[in-house]
Structures are given as structure tokens and as C-alpha cells.
């Protein structure tokens, strides 16, 4: 008789030779196969006759002999680890995984799915996994580790100035003005707070803001959640003097 202790049945055992009894002093030999992914761990308490942890057992018989193998599924841990490419500190996502056990039975499917934060990218998977794709399946016959690497998401702001027509030298033409980017950074992370200030030239005026940022707002804050291509538009100033 097999006691599995696991999903099926753990293996077989055989008996040589087979008889329906046998003489006092008949030499029999036990055989017991795991199925793989499976441990055979002994002859169960209830066996009579036989004991051990041999797979291979011969008795001489003496009495009747009640051999029950005790076999167990090979567990397995699944190990996660998370590498954030970007701000010290910051965290880029996280890795779900389902079933959500602490280990997986031999020949079991898990599936890990890398969850990513706003304003981060995911890298790919390595160790005993590999791709990028966020959601993959990885069946259970050892020990694993893997790996999800996640990168902090860099943006841009590009400012274009624009100014009146005209003759070159006429007044805010070669030179309307400026605007100035604060904080004054090389790339930018999501939700940072950006505040752009026109600054025009004499004799100028600022007008407007247009491409991803509109309005006439000065000076114009926005956060940041993609690249920013913007113009600042400035004309000659008409305010009459006084």
C-alpha cells in the first residue's frame, strides 16, 4: 500500500515474487518507486513487518508483513527579488504571485506578474526567469529564484521660444525673451512640480503658452507625467506709455 502525502498518488510499490503467501524463511523482496518530484520517507507506523528507509528491502519471512510506504511531494520555495533602478529610496513595483503559498509542490504552476508603480518602467525578468513580459508561468521542479528589475521613468522639458516677425534687429525679434525651468534639472521624475517663468526682452511682452501646456498663466506650474514639448510665445509689447 502507498500513503501519498501531495497531489497524486507518489509512486508504486512491487513485491518479487509474487504469491498469495509465502513459506516460513521465503526470501521477498520489497521494491518502492517514487514518482518524480516525490520522496519516499519510510514505512508508515501502521507497517507490520518491515521498517526503514530503504528503497529496496528483502525479508526473510517470519509473519505476516503489512507494508505501507510513506511518500511525500518534493516542496519547493519560490524566491523574489526586486531591483529598482532610479532615486535612492524610491520603489518601482511589486511582484504578485498566485497560488500565493509559501511553497509549490513539484510539477506545480505559479505565475508571477511584476506590478509597476507610476512613473516606472519593467526591465525583464532574470535568474530562472527571463523575458519581459509583465505576467509569465514557471513550473515548479526545483528550488527558484528570480529576479524583476524595474527603472525609474526620466523626462524632458523642452522649451521653444517664439517671437514676432519682422526684419532681423527689429525689437523682439532676434531676442523676445526667455524662460526660465525651475527646478533647473537635467530630466525630471514623475509628479515633480515644474514651474516655467517667461521673462521677456525690452520692449517685449509675453503672450501665451502653447504644444503641452496652454494658457496665459505667468509664471505656469504643472506635474510632471510624460515629456514636455512647450512654446513660450512673446510679442512687441503695445502697452501705451504713460
Known sequence: MVHGCGVGTGGTITVEPVQPTY?????????VTPETGWTFTGWAESSTGISGTDLVTTLTMSQDVVAIARLVQNQYDLDINLVHNGEPG???GSVSKTP???AFGHGQVVTVTAEVAQGWLFSGWAGDLTGDDATQSLTMTADKIITATFTQEQYNVTVTIDGPSGAPGSPCVTNPGQVVITPNKSYFLYNDIVTLTPVAASGCEFVLWSGDLNGTDEPALFAIDKDYNITAH?????TPIE
Open 100 to 102: 500565493n503559498q509559501d
Open 234 to 238: 512673446f510679442a512687441v509689447d503695445t
Open 23 to 31: 513459506l516460513y524463511g521465503e526470501e521477498v523482496t520489497i521494491t
Open 90 to 92: 524610491a520603489i518601482g
